[in-house]
Structures are given as C-alpha cells and as structure tokens.
C-alpha cells in the first residue's frame, strides 16, 4: 500500500506531531502509514482523510 499522507500532511503545514494529536493516534502509526507498513482500519482511514480534508481514495494507493 502507498500512501499520500505526508504530502497532505506537509500540504497542511502539519508535523507528524500535530497530526497524532488531531487524529488520537500513536506517533508510530502515523510513522508506519506514511511508509505504507501498516493497513489502517476503515475508521482510522476516515480519520486520517478526515483530518488532512481530503477522501480516503485520495490519500490511500492500495496495491492489487
């Protein structure tokens, strides 16, 4: 899986800090969604778009 989260991320002028405080996460699995090592819940996908105001299509590249 790929993900556009730190573009979005950066877009938003948000460290990774600042987005497990919005999103009520663990710092590492803000680090592992970045690098596309961890398939987030369909909840924590809403969240994370939800957040960086983007959809989940948007933001997430899931491999076939």
Do not use: W
């Not at 460290?15 to 987030?40: A, C, D, S």
């Not at 939800?50 to 491999?63: N, P």
């Amino acid at each position: 899986m790929k993900t556009r989260i730190k573009e979005y991320r950066v877009k938003h002028n948000l460290t990774q800090e600042k987005l497990v405080e919005m999103v009520g996460v663990r710092h590492e699995t803000i680090i592992f969604l970045e690098q596309g090592k961890y398939n987030p819940s369909l909840r924590l996908a809403y969240g994370v778009a939800r957040t960086l105001q983007t959809t989940i299509e948007d933001l997430f590249i899931f491999d076939d």
